[in-house]
């Protein structure tokens, strides 16, 4: 379990090397909901995504003898081009596992970080196998992208920042991937704004976590595939752990409510997000109710998506 | 002709009820050009575009009288949502001619700014007649979309702002349609930081405003349909004789290269634009050579797009 103290350490820790993303609202959207939202940009974050906090967190911490092995982890989405960053800023070597299907231009932005890479097959089993060998040779430590304290507290940050900036908040939102994002910001709400409520948001194809909060048991990530490619994997016993004790409410959104609370906040505030980030929006489409007369903090997670299919004009 | 004057005094005048846009700066860009580029982003002003301007300063100047009577233009693009939306800033009727064939979405928005909307053929001539009957009928006032003094001082305070937060630029850029917002950025610009450069950027298979000052001849626009569906529109005598006296410069673009600027910007910057914001990166995308080692402020115009094609997943 991490407390708030950890949460403000790692800002401390972070904060030369990442950006205080900006809140933004907008007056139509409010004006649909009959609320006041504010979404934390971390679109705008380094890498293009709240991953960037949890990485740096983690990679900072690491003592000199452990940082000269360099770090390793598997991934083919955010995590891999935050520690690709990370590892970057201290200037040590970073070695990604990532399975031979992953698409081309994320294997550039990794290896634009300065990262190398390993291909592996495209099975949980490969990716793990394949870390742990090349760990075993190298030496080097492995930052996962959500199962560890130190991420934890870093993606926290955001939230932390969130509550600095805006006061009375009725309710916080988040997506519900891994959980590190939503372990990390429900502490740094609960520990600053307690009366909060604090609802996870989850792809209705893949609410696994929502189901593992429901039966007090850890259930698997499904294998539905959502336009949330983000919210495909599942909670670990840490986050898993963390999310119950602050309380953590989660609701769901379908795939089309999730296109169109994504294509909302392009639409209508100009900003590039990745469906992960428009599932929050997705649920107060679906249940207006939540929204009504309340002042609602979001964070929007990220802007990595592939825009090469569209079409001007 | 407009001064400098006409730009402060239109910017102090609209001030109230537009936003002071941000400036943007992406590493990566910089990076990729060897340049340091300013962003100005009207893609974040009211309404979506920098049009806001404009239509805000020419309504605001209105004697009692002829507000009473309200404003009336003909368009299906940004202008008749900035129109609409500066109508009802000061709670006077807004009728706006749009062709028949404008889309469904286009029609929306102009509607929820309160404007009353009459349709006609989609012809120029249709556009015209229609209006002038409506206007002798109503004694509405009309607000051309750039052919005015009000609205070209108007866009201009883009330009201004740009230069007051940024000094020193080298080279200052927006894109090229009717030359409002080109004619009102070039007089701040001249004005304030005089040794700059100033290039309009255009659509190659649209370049009438780079014929029209190679020839000394104004011409007519072009019928070739580019997806910078916001600059197919051709220069005004008036616009025309700002361009040249405060020696703008026009470069142009392809169709590949608009795509691409416009697209640079949305994944890196996370940024929603719409293709004629992406003509002035199209243009130093074919001409890296303008842009090495330069300070370079880009006015990204707006952030109107069709978003309806992007496939997610």
Redesign the interface.
Same mark, same amino acid.
Not at 225 to 229: M, Q, R, S, W, Y
């Given at each position: 379990m991490i407390g708030i103290q950890d949460i403000r350490q790692a800002a401390e820790r972070i904060a030369p090397h990442i950006h205080h993303t900006p809140i933004m609202t907008s007056r139509t959207i409010n004006a649909m909901f009959g609320a006041e939202i504010f979404f934390k940009c971390e679109? !705008?974050q380094k890498v293009?995504a709240f991953k960037a906090r949890g990485a740096v967190n983690a990679v900072m911490q690491l003592d000199e003898k452990t940082a000269r092995c360099g770090v390793i982890t598997h991934s083919s989405g955010n995590h891999a081009q935050a520690l690709a960053y990370a590892a970057g800023l201290r200037g040590i070597a970073c070695t990604i596992i990532m399975p031979d299907t992953a698409p081309a231009v994320k294997v550039a932005a990794v290896r634009g970080y300065g990262a190398e890479i390993i291909f592996c097959k495209p099975t949980q089993e490969s990716r793990l196998r394949t870390m742990e060998e090349v760990a075993q040779r190298t030496g080097a430590h492995v930052v996962p992208p959500y199962d560890d304290d130190r991420i934890m507290a870093g993606q926290g940050t955001a939230g932390l920042e969130l509550c600095e900036e805006v006061e009375g908040l009725d309710l916080v939102m988040a997506p519900v991937g891994g959980g590190g994002l939503m372990g990390g910001v429900a502490t740094a709400v609960r520990a600053t704004q307690p009366t909060a409520m604090i609802i996870g948001a989850e792809p209705v194809i893949a609410a696994d976590a929502k189901m593992s909060l429901q039966t007090g048991l850890l259930q698997p990530p499904t294998d539905r =595939?959502?336009?949330?490619?983000g919210l495909r994997t599942g909670l670990s016993e840490k986050t898993f752990a963390q999310l119950r004790s602050m309380g953590v409410e989660i609701e769901t959104a379908t795939e089309d409510s999730i296109?169109r609370g994504? =294509?909302l906040v392009? $639409?209508r505030m100009? !900003?590039?997000?990745e469906?992960s980030a428009g599932v929050t929006l997705g649920v107060l489409l679906e249940q207006p109710g939540l929204a009504r007369g309340r002042r609602i903090g979001i964070i929007l997670c990220g802007?990595n998506?592939? +825009?090469? $299919? +569209?079409?001007?004009?």
């Open positions: 679109n !705008l293009g =595939l959502t336009i949330a490619d296109r994504t =294509l392009m $639409s100009k !900003l590039v997000i469906p802007g998506v592939d +825009l090469g $299919s +569209l079409v001007f004009g």
